[in-house]
């Protein structure tokens, strides 16, 4: 199974962007599909998460701000960031718990490469 990430950058404070990560490979379902993100001399953190019925989660400091959604026909998480600030600025990561295509259908957390959001001015 592999996660690819994309849509980071450099945003101004105030701008938006769009992150995107596809899952590929033997996968029977996915359970919870999140975002967390890993500023320099910063643990990593959960950004925001959400389950295959759609439930969702948010840290503090992006909530009104960040919006997580999924399609699970496509095996794809999505978070769109609006109203960026300088603080937001981090390696963005996408993580997915995935049930494996085979009979015993095991569970395995998968990350992607993570993508990088630079927010200034």
């Known amino acids: 199974v592999q996660l690819q990430a994309s849509g980071g950058g450099l945003v101004q404070p105030g701008g938006s962007l769009r992150l995107s990560c596809a899952a590929s490979?033997?996968?029977?379902?996915?359970?919870?599909m999140g975002w967390y993100r890993q500023a320099p001399g910063k643990q990593r953190e959960l950004v925001a998460a959400i389950a295959s019925g759609g439930s969702t989660d948010y840290t503090d400091s992006v909530k009104g701000r960040f919006t997580i959604s999924r399609d699970n026909a496509k095996n794809t998480v999505y978070l769109q960031m609006n109203s960026l600030k300088p603080e937001d600025t981090a390696v963005y990561y996408c993580?997915?718990?995935?049930?494996?295509?085979?009979?015993?259908?095991?569970?395995?957390?998968?990350w992607g490469q993570g993508t990088q959001v630079t927010v200034s001015s």
């Open positions: 490979g033997s996968i029977f379902s996915i359970n919870v």
């Open positions: 993580n997915a718990e995935v049930l494996l295509a085979t009979i015993a259908r095991p569970k395995y957390d998968y």
